[in-house]
């Protein structure tokens, strides 16, 4: 849909809402709307429309509930899945505006925040009042608490936090029908019915648009530790973050990179290769307390019969270096093209075997494909990049989710469906499953205006 498919009263009504300034029609003004953050999925839109606060979204879904407009709603524009890009010309709800950050209650441990303030920004006002907000991101500067709602975003902290549903009290959203719920009284023992913040928390979008939420904070420990530890192989590594995650409490990321994906970044970013023989696999784990963590890390490490070398960082500047290795993969791997990411997770005990036989799987059926593996290996969750092959050849995406079924994997540990992966949902949901979602979608968007190509094929 172009803007010259839209009736002038439309827009008009439109710019009344929020202002004409916040109605953006323009080519060039539009174009970072269009395009997701790996540049593979394209959309067009007729509009960007920028509501400063829930009362102008809930007239916005009014509005197009009785034009029959599609909407999507936007965020950060960090989703993976294209699921917050107008793929089939839908009008834009970017929700970046209302993005205030209320006060820490500290006697709650929690916070008052508007959907479109970045994670960074959650972070750092918790941090303030010596608080920690648990969901941490590589995206961190750019997504949003409501995409993060909308994703049920994981992370890096999900092995000893949960992700983000785990955070989430409750929220404010702009159901399909244009009735505004909001539940933000922070009562965290509340057993009155459903549970609507759960419900919206990966709904990706399709059930409502979040404009605010209460969320819970943790203790900040200011003591941290960073390691990366070889291994040999697959089974070793996952073996081993099994055994550390029963020793230390305090384990807070484990994360698995391969040799090649670390050379890549060092190649990509200038960085000298972390030890001076190269391993095949590599975890870094990071460990929070409120005391000097360091002796509990090195008797657990050392404990570890199979790991092979090992660099511990303390300093903030080290232990920054590190993290590099891990989490500029993303940045390297664009250097390659576009490559096709997909987010899985598979029951630990297959993991190993997943990740030795995943590369072979692609070639079977993209022989030019290379296939990149890094992830957050103690919650089960891999990332599968396929570099080398054409945006729209999705044989490598089809062979690797159709081998994650077949292991009792889901195909999506993270970033969702979205539009990207809506055929390869019946690998991990059964049709009444499906079916019961659609009631879902149609009880609370009954006229399917909400995000209607994402998610439900
Ligand atoms: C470098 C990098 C690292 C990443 N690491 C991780 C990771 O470790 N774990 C992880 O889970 N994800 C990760 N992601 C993916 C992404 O950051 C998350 O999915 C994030 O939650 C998206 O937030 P956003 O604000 O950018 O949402 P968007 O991309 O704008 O939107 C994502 C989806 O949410 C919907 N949406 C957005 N805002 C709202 C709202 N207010 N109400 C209703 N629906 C809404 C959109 O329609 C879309 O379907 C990473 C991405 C990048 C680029």
């Given at each position: 849909m172009s803007i010259e498919d839209l009736p002038s009263t439309f827009v008009a009504a439109l710019i009344d809402i929020v202002?004409?300034?916040?109605v953006v029609t323009a080519a060039d003004q539009r174009a970072s709307y269009e395009v997701d953050w790996t540049g593979r999925f394209r959309g067009v839109t007729p509009a960007v429309v920028r509501p400063a606060d829930t009362a102008e979204v809930a007239a916005i879904v009014a509005l197009c509930r009785r034009e029959g407009v599609a909407i999507v709603a936007q965020g950060g524009n960090t989703g993976l899945v294209a699921g917050g890009v107008p793929m089939a010309g839908e009008l834009i709800v970017s929700l970046r505006r209302i993005d205030a950050v209320g006060d820490v209650d500290l006697s709650a441990r929690q916070i008052t925040v508007g959907a479109g303030a970045t994670l960074a920004a959650v972070r750092t006002a918790a941090a303030a009042a010596g608080?920690?907000?648990a969901v941490d991101l590589g995206a961190r500067d750019t997504a949003t608490i409501g995409g993060t709602i909308a994703t049920n975003a994981g992370g890096l902290n999900l092995i000893r936090y949960g992700g983000t549903r785990e955070q989430l009290v409750g929220v404010e959203a702009v159901l399909g029908t244009g009735e505004t719920i909001s539940h933000?009284?922070?009562?965290?023992?509340?057993?009155?019915?459903?549970h609507l913040p759960s419900l919206l928390c990966g709904s990706e979008g399709t059930l409502g648009i979040v404009t605010a939420a209460r969320l819970r904070l943790v203790t900040r420990h200011d003591h941290r530790v960073t390691a990366l530890l070889a291994f040999a192989d697959a089974h070793a590594a996952v073996e081993a973050v099994s055994d550390l995650r029963s020793r230390l409490d305090s384990l807070e990321s484990a994360e698995l990179v391969l040799d090649a994906g670390v050379c890549l970044v060092c190649e990509a970013f200038d960085l000298r290769s972390p030890f001076a023989d190269p391993h095949p696999v590599y975890v870094l784990i990071d460990v929070a307390d409120s005391h000097d963590p360091t002796d509990d890390v090195a008797s657990a490490v050392g404990a570890?019969?199979?790991?092979?070398d090992a660099a511990v960082a303390t300093d903030d500047a080290q232990r920054a270096l590190l993290w590099r290795y891990r989490e500029d993969h993303t940045l390297a791997l664009n250097t390659l093209g576009k490559p096709h990411k997909l987010d899985v997770t598979l029951p630990l005990d297959r993991l190993a075997e997943f990740i030795d036989t995943v590369p072979t799987v692609v070639r079977g059926v993209a022989p030019h494909g290379q296939t990149w593996l890094f992830g957050h290996v103690g919650d089960g969750n891999i990332h599968v990049n396929i570099s080398?092959?054409?945006?729209?050849?999705?044989a490598g995406d089809d062979a690797v989710l159709g081998y994650v079924a077949s292991l009792?994997?889901?195909?999506?540990?993270?970033?969702?469906?979205?539009?990207?992966k809506k055929r390869w949902l019946h690998l991990s949901r059964s049709t009444e499953e499906i079916d019961a979602m659609r009631a879902i979608k149609r009880a609370l968007d009954p006229d399917d205006i909400l995000n209607p190509n994402v998610l439900l094929p």
């Open positions: 202002g004409a300034s916040d608080l920690a907000y933000l009284g922070g009562l965290i023992k509340d057993n009155t019915g459903y570890l019969t199979t790991m092979r080398g092959v054409d945006p729209d050849d999705e009792g994997g889901s195909i999506s540990a993270e970033h969702g469906i979205g539009t990207a």
